[in-house]
């Protein structure tokens, strides 16, 4: 095998080993706000767990992302040519009926919430690491120092497109239920969109509109509100 494609395939399965663990760890937030707020199902469950495996579905986290991902870098490139992907949903029951609205939307914005503190963390660790290599504390070779960089940038990005996909108001995503507090959307409605998302989503995905998906465009304003801040606060910890 020629060097380029081990490189991508090394590129591929670090984008794949990313996808997993931001995948399960928006799983888990889900299910901790859920055990929080006095939700016992997740629990007995098994879902209140940093365990990834608790959080994969194995068609939604390994079979459609690892084919998304490693079949292009064994094709000659460097990067998918599109990426979805999801966890095992975690199913709640919403026992306090008083508070009800407002802990199926705590509950829904902790997935979310989950992927923007690990950008933040990613961007932080990678910073602080940068800085203390650059001040010879970490003797390592340039190329190494590159990676990790890339690595703590790699992760930021991930996060937040998760993030931003997941607040697309469609079924079954976390938006959805927002939309449908929100909107005080009838049963009716919601399940018609519930059927139809799949079709909606597949073209928000895929079809191109100035140069990239209607997906990407609905996550720029994500990817400015936070990407362009946690960058800036990466080079400022970093000491770039």
Do not use: C
């Not at 984008?15 to 006095?38: C, M, P, Q, R």
């Not at 990834?52 to 194995?58: G, M, Q, T, Y």
């Not at 497109?161 to 697309?168: G, H, K, Q, R, S």
């Amino acid at each position: 095998m020629d060097p380029a494609t081990l490189e991508n395939l090394r590129q591929a399965l670090l984008l794949f080993i990313v996808l997993l663990l931001s995948i399960s760890l928006h799983e888990y937030g889900h299910a901790k706000a859920a055990d929080l707020l006095g939700d016992p199902l997740p629990r007995a469950q098994g879902r209140v767990t940093l365990n990834p495996v608790a959080h994969w579905d194995l068609l939604g986290t390994i079979i459609i992302p690892a084919a998304m991902i490693l079949l292009p870098a064994l094709m000659g490139s460097a990067l998918p040519f599109a990426l979805i992907g999801w966890g095992k949903p975690v199913i709640i029951s919403l026992p306090n009926r008083k508070t009800r609205v407002r802990d199926d939307i705590l509950i829904t914005l902790a997935g979310p919430g989950m992927n923007l503190l690990i950008a933040v963390f990613a961007v932080v660790a990678g910073g602080l690491f940068f800085r203390f290599a650059n001040a010879g504390h970490v003797p390592l070779p340039d190329e190494t120092l590159q990676r990790i960089a890339n690595f703590a940038q790699l992760s930021m990005s991930m996060n937040l497109f998760l993030l931003a996909f997941n607040l697309v108001p469609l079924p079954p995503l976390d938006g959805s239920h927002i939309l449908r507090h929100a909107a005080r959307m009838k049963d009716e409605t919601y399940h018609w969109l519930a059927r139809n998302s799949l079709w909606i989503m597949l073209i928000l995905i895929n079809i191109p509109v100035g140069g990239r998906s209607l997906m990407g465009w609905l996550a720029t304003p994500f990817l400015l509100v936070f990407g362009v801040p946690l960058g800036v606060l990466f080079d400022f910890i970093a000491g770039v």
